[in-house]
Structures are given as C-alpha cells and as structure tokens.
C-alpha cells in the first residue's frame, strides 16, 4: 500500500539518522512532502537529493532546545508546503553520562532534559496553531517503553524525560482531541539505532543486559518503528488519541524472558 500520507506536510526532528532517517524515507514513499530538522547538516543535504530535491524534502539545521529555531522549522513547513499536517517529535540523546542518579551530574541532567523533553513541548507549541487553524494534524511523539517501566540499565534523565514526553502526550490529546488534532506517543523498545550501536561499541556489558530481557529475542529496526510512525500519521488511526504505542519486541508485557 502506498500513498497514505498522499500531500501531506511532514515536520521530522532527528531526521538524518535512526528512527527519524527511517521515517523520514517511508513518509515520501508514501506521497509526503517532508520538512527534516537535525543538526546533521551534510547528512541532512544528502538526504533530500536522495529523496528527489526540494520538491518533496527540505533539510533545516535546528537546535531543538531553541524556541526560535524550532519555530523557524515549523514555519518552514508552512511557507514551502502549504501546510502542517503531521509532526513527529524524535530528537533525543542518551549520553553515557547520564547513568545512575548517584553517579549523574545536574549539567548531564539538565542536557537530557533539554533535549529530550523541553525540545518535545517546543515542537508541539509550534506545530499545534498551524494543526488549530486547519482543524487536522497528528503529532507523534517520541517517548520510550522505559516511560512505563523501570529500566534495567538505569539511564535516570532519560528515563525520566520519556515519563515527561509520555504525560504531556496524553494531555495534548485530551485536550485537543475535539479540535482535530490527535497526539500520540510512540514508545519503542530498544532499537538498532547509532545510538545503540555507539552503546554496544563503549560498553557492550551494558547494551547486551537490553536485549535479554525482550521476549522476541532481537532488537527492533528502524523501520518496523517507522511502520508504527506511519500509522500513527495516517488516517489509519482515526480513533486513537492520547496513546501509549508500545512497539517494544514484547519486553513491557513480559515477567521473565524464557531463554
């Protein structure tokens, strides 16, 4: 099936790399045009010459802590597009900094936060008056199955700023739920992402205790978490609102994980 985000206009934070790069690449397969926002600037060029010029995929260097450019984004979107149908939030960071709380400083703290959860409610306060003024939108959220259970490995700012990213989720969409505008949150298990494959390559002890715990015995892919974006933006999932999207290889529903 393809086209079912046909002439859509698509706002996509962390988009040259992981999850985002993943979704970025299904949403113009599937007839949207695509505003990318990273700080990966000769990713970011690459990539929409890859996905066909500036008449589908615009790239915008964003600093996704800061107001201005993030409102700058979302405006991009608007003045080259025409409109902003579907926003999805993914920029994060999970620096090895930020480890247990005994061992986490307040400035590693204070970083993830900023990136991972103030950089979420910036994205949703530029995308929701263009969302308003049309009476339709989707935002997806990227939050993490760690915001509905502890995590083995602690990681005690990420963890907390997912529960953040996941509680504001479900206020939007219950706040805006009769304005056409559906927020959702995305929560995936642990992903084959640079991430963590950077977190395999510095401490492999560390990464191998995941995926032990995930019944389905393997880490997700990029793009099963892209599939799950997609259904979320789409009108697929008309009725769904202020949801917790688990996409985690079953590791939120198990007890113990048969080996």
């Not at 985000?5 to 007839?31: H, K, N």
């Not at 405006?75 to 999805?88: E, L, M, P």
């Not at 990136?115 to 530029?126: F, I, P």
Request: charged share 20%.
């Amino acid at each position: 099936m393809t086209g079912r985000i046909q002439d859509r206009v698509a706002v996509v934070t962390g988009g040259c790399s992981g999850i985002g790069l993943a979704t970025v690449r299904r949403f113009v397969a599937e007839g949207a045009k695509v505003v990318i926002g990273d700080i990966a600037d000769a990713a970011g060029a690459a990539l929409v010459e890859e996905l066909g010029g500036a008449a589908v995929a615009t790239y915008v260097h964003v600093d996704v802590t800061s107001k201005e450019e993030v409102d700058a984004l979302f405006k991009t979107a608007k003045d080259t597009y025409g409109s902003v149908d579907i926003a999805f939030n993914n920029a994060g960071i999970s620096p090895p900094e930020d480890d247990s709380i005994l061992d986490t400083d307040l400035d590693a703290w204070r970083k993830v936060q900023e990136v991972n959860l103030t950089s979420v409610y910036l994205c949703c306060k530029a995308a929701l008056p263009y969302m308003l003024e049309q009476k339709k939108g989707s935002i997806i959220n990227t939050a993490s199955f760690v915001a509905v259970m502890g995590a083995a490995t602690s990681q005690i700012s990420y963890s907390a700023s997912k529960g953040g990213v996941l509680s504001m989720t479900r206020e939007l969409g219950v706040q805006f739920a009769r304005d056409g505008v559906r927020v959702n949150a995305l929560c995936p298990g642990p992903v084959n992402t640079p991430l963590l494959q950077e977190l395999f390559a510095k401490d492999q002890e560390r990464a191998a205790r995941r995926l032990v715990h995930i019944p389905m015995g393997r880490f997700g892919e990029p793009e099963e978490m892209a599939a799950a974006v997609l259904f979320l933006a789409s009108d697929d999932s008309s009725f769904m609102t202020a949801n917790t999207f688990l996409v985690d290889g079953g590791i939120s529903g198990a007890y113990v994980t048969p080996l």
